[in-house]
């Protein structure tokens, strides 16, 4: 067999072995120094078995990996999130929101859509959004009559907005193995992330519309005579604090006026802050919340040490080219290869969970951006819209599943599934949009950065 036969044999056996269920970081790293053993092997100049290239290729990578800027905001991020998770205000403005928004079909899930929203804003965590929101938000759409697949698409889609919202975790690790400016990424994911937001707004007031038995309005007994003083005062204390911080973070990197690791610092002290404000910090929770960060964080940088030593090695085999003569041969335009990428990503959402694809397999179609002339950084909003389907479609579906363990025991998964469907389409239709409309993505970064 030549190199780049062995290089997709390679790619192969990867993929085979993961779907079997092993660990996906510790796969990488075992494959590439076990391929990379015999891309590397120098009978003349081996001494002994650890004389081999690869290893000084794996350590190369890990130390890249651990020294890199970006990557340093990823544990500040989380830290922030999950801080804010704990501090006591997404029940507050679920509740407020709620009330402001009575008047409309299906009020409820409007207001849980907005309140996923805004705490995406906060947090760029899905699991967080979807379990806390699980808790908050869907017991009260069953108590006030909505349908269970009905209140269940919509925790699902709300919460995977969190990673395309910044500060988007995603949006991070996508700018550190694409080399694109978190910053320009940031700035380029604002106006697309709230037009998603948007359309599942539209869908939702439009479907109790067309069928009020899903989402029945509120009685009055259930909205009950709330004094104007009372909800504008609720607004102000659950609102205004997490604009504030949401606005210090997001407008110091967008602004420059810090770095995303400064400024994820910052969002880190001011969560810590609102913590302490709203007299929600505990030992307890300090604790879980720096673990969780911790362990979310070191999970991406292995997988980014596998996924570098893998590409490495796959590259040096031939194996990168060989896709990339492969490609080319095809005679795509620009649009039917931004189609056929697109719909790999797709169905690599149903096996995988978005940090493999993004880490694994995206960079394989970075490299033919440039033959046909396509912009990495609204290749990588494409990307970030695409993954949202990868958290409601089986058979990984994390959204549905970060759902099904706090929802009450007679909820079915089925009956998830079947409520996140929907959603899919205005996702679709986003993409569609983002093809047709560029600049929803690119007006920002060029607005601001020129």
Request: glycine residues 8%; contains cysteine; charged residues 10%.
């Amino acid at each position: 067999m030549t190199d780049p036969q062995i290089a997709i044999m390679m790619l192969g056996i990867f993929i085979l072995v993961i779907m079997l269920g092993f660990p996906i970081a510790f796969t990488l790293m075992a494959m590439g120094i076990g391929f990379g053993y015999y891309a590397y092997y120098d009978p003349e100049r081996m001494q002994t078995i650890f004389d081999n290239r690869v290893f000084d290729l794996f350590v190369n990578q890990t130390y890249s990996v651990m020294s890199n800027d970006v990557l340093t905001a990823i544990p500040l991020f989380l830290f922030m999130g999950y801080i804010v998770e704990r501090a006591n205000i997404v029940d507050r403005l679920f509740y407020t929101l709620n009330i402001a928004a009575r008047a409309l079909p299906g009020s409820m899930a409007v207001a849980a859509l907005a309140t996923c929203a805004l705490f995406a804003t906060a947090t760029g965590i899905v699991g967080a959004v979807v379990t806390l929101m699980g808790m908050l938000a869907f017991p009260a759409m069953l108590k006030a009559r909505y349908d269970t697949s009905f209140a269940a698409g919509v925790i699902c889609a709300g919460g995977c907005l969190g990673i395309l919202i910044p500060p988007s975790i995603m949006l991070i690790v996508y700018g550190a193995a694409a080399s694109v400016s978190v910053v320009k990424l940031y700035a380029a994911a604002l106006i697309p992330g709230f037009m998603l937001a948007g359309l599942y707004m539209v869908y939702v007031v439009g479907r109790a519309m067309l069928n009020p038995s899903i989402a029945p309005k509120p009685t009055e007994e259930e909205v009950g005579h709330m004094p104007t003083g009372r909800v504008v005062w609720l607004m102000i204390t659950s609102f205004v604090p997490l604009a504030v911080l949401i606005l210090s973070v997001l407008g110091a990197i967008l602004f420059g006026l810090a770095t995303p690791s400064e400024a994820a610092a910052i969002g880190a002290l001011g969560g810590l802050l609102l913590a302490v404000v709203y007299r929600s910090l505990t030992w307890e929770r300090l604790r879980e919340s720096v673990y969780l960060s911790v362990r979310t964080s070191a999970m991406v940088c292995w997988l980014f040490v596998g996924s570098w030593v893998f590409a490495s090695v796959f590259s040096y085999l031939g194996g990168e080219q060989l896709v990339k003569e492969f490609v080319l041969s095809l005679d795509l335009t620009p649009l039917t290869f931004l189609i056929m990428a697109q719909l790999i990503i797709f169905l690599l959402g149903w096996p995988l969970e978005w940090s493999e694809i993004i880490i694994i397999f995206v960079p394989i179609f970075l490299p033919l951006l440039p033959e046909f002339g396509i912009d990495p950084l609204f290749f990588g909003i494409l990307v970030a819209l695409n993954l949202q389907t990868s958290f409601m479609t089986p058979p990984m579906a994390m959204s549905a599943y970060y759902l099904k363990g706090v929802a009450p025991p007679h909820v079915r998964l089925v009956q998830i599934f079947r409520g996140a469907f929907p959603f899919l389409g205005m996702v679709l239709l986003s993409i569609v949009l983002l093809y047709i409309f560029p600049e929803i993505a690119l007006y920002l970064p060029e607005a601001i950065y020129g």
